[in-house]
């Protein structure tokens, strides 16, 4: 399920980033994601996908890949696990070991809904 101290509290609800990434990973359209929590007033906290595009999804447009994206969690997963915002990175930063630094995008997007 990955790390706990990943987990997002949406709603009352647990969310556990690694079943959103992973399903978000096998679109075709998406090389990598990351998913993160952004604080939200009404939720607690808010889903957030930073995803990068696949040479398919290049064709897309940031609206369209975002779109795409959230129209196929919704479709497969459970209400609350949808992202409520998709971003479209060139890549992911990373620390020295090749790990996606969440914190760093944690940092980036949590005044989304302030």
Not at 7 to 20: A, C, D, F, R
Not at 31 to 50: C, L, M, N, R, T
């Amino acid at each position: 399920m990955g790390r706990g101290k990943d987990m997002i509290i949406s709603g009352g609800l647990n969310v556990y980033p690694k079943e959103v990434e992973d399903f978000i990973d096998d679109l075709e359209i998406v090389k990598e994601s990351a998913i993160v929590a952004s604080p939200h007033p009404d939720f607690g906290e808010a889903v957030v996908a930073v995803a990068v595009k696949s040479k398919k999804g290049e064709e897309l447009s940031d609206e369209e890949f975002q779109k795409a994206i959230i129209k196929a969690v919704k479709s497969n997963l459970a209400p609350y696990k949808v992202p409520k915002k998709v971003f479209a990175l060139k890549e992911m930063p990373r620390n020295a070991l090749g790990k996606i630094l969440k914190k760093e995008l944690r940092e980036t997007y949590k005044n989304l809904f302030a």
